[in-house]
């Protein structure tokens, strides 16, 4: 007798993504009309990641990283930023809404946005995260029961205008998808490096540092978006001890980005308080499918 996986929770909006029909869940696996099956992992979630949209053998953060960014964040360090997330998805959502979060990682955000969302506004919408490595999605369901899914912003497995509330965190946006799967009048909620995050790492990494101004408002517009609100949370973390400042180097594009000179200086940095630079910007669909 097959034993059920009751700890996946399914919903309406999840689509097959080799043809985009509706997926309904049939035992241990969601299944589409023509016969694509995906199992539902023990752990639960589902891999809807198809091979033409991975681009290595194992795509998205590592094992490792995911586990150094769960530890990190699990210490609070970047509670500002959960509190600010919560404070604004508050104000937009209800108890019907359906929020995706894109690129969620190891589901630290879902997972503050829904004790908060409870506690502050007695709301409890329907939560999907998705990420592209299956490190972090495995890692996701050890926070709460969820939709979590292994799938691509390139390929989101959602049906379209269905996403009341879609949120990017430090993620790879791409917005003509996210602006598919947006309900008419749904919001985007984008989460990004100020030019003042992170300071003193990346002035112990690199001899100059800058800071590139964002595509967000440009690329966005061209694939339908409206600029929103935006807000900025800044603060600096309490003194990091090594092992900290080294969780957080492996959360950010720097441990790739920088020299071996540049990883080594920063492997030295001992007690050092840290600025946090977060700009938040609301971008929202037009109401006209
Ligand atoms: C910097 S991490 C941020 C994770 C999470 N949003 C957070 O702030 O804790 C970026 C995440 O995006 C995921 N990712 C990278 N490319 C992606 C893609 N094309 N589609 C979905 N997720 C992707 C990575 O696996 C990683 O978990």
Redesign the pocket.
């Known amino acids: 007798m097959p034993v059920l996986q009751l700890n996946f929770v399914s919903h309406d909006c999840l689509c097959c993504p080799l043809d985009q029909l509706a997926l309904r869940q049939l035992g241990n696996a969601l299944c589409c009309d023509n016969g694509h099956s995906f199992d539902i992992a023990k752990q639960g979630y589902v891999n809807l990641l198809s091979a033409q949209?991975k681009?290595s053998h194992d795509?998205?953060?590592g094992k490792d990283?995911?586990a150094a960014?769960r530890e990190f964040?699990n210490n609070g360090h970047?509670q500002p930023?959960a509190e600010h997330l919560a404070e604004l998805v508050g104000s937009l959502c209800n108890e019907n809404s359906i929020i995706a979060?894109?690129?969620?990682?190891?589901?630290?955000?879902l997972e503050h946005l829904r004790r908060k969302l409870k506690s502050d506004h007695r709301c409890t919408p329907a939560m999907i995260g998705?990420?592209?490595?299956k490190?972090?999605t495995k890692a996701a369901t050890r926070r709460m029961m969820a939709t979590w899914i292994v799938?691509?912003?390139?390929n989101?497995p959602l049906a379209h205008n269905s996403i009341d509330c879609l949120?990017?965190?430090?993620?790879?946006p791409?917005y003509p998808s996210f602006a598919k799967i947006l309900k008419p009048g749904g919001t985007l909620l984008m989460?990004d490096a100020g030019p003042q995050h992170l300071i003193e790492l990346r002035e112990t990494i690199y001899p100059s540092v800058r800071h590139s101004d964002s595509t967000v408002a440009k690329n966005a517009l061209s694939a339908g978006f409206s600029v929103g609100e935006t807000s900025t949370v800044r603060f600096q973390t309490t003194p990091l001890k090594q092992l900290k400042i080294n969780q957080l180097l492996s959360?950010?594009?720097h441990l790739y980005r920088a020299s071996r000179a540049g990883l080594e200086r920063v492997a030295k940095l001992n007690h050092l308080p840290v600025t946090v630079d977060v700009s938040f910007r609301c971008l929202r669909m037009s109401t006209e499918d």
Do not use: H, K, Q
């Open positions: 949209d681009r795509p998205g953060d990283m995911v960014r964040l970047y930023i979060d894109a690129g969620c990682g190891e589901g630290y955000y998705f990420d592209i490595s490190w972090a799938a691509s912003n390139r989101i949120l990017s965190l430090f993620g790879f791409v989460v959360m950010t594009p």
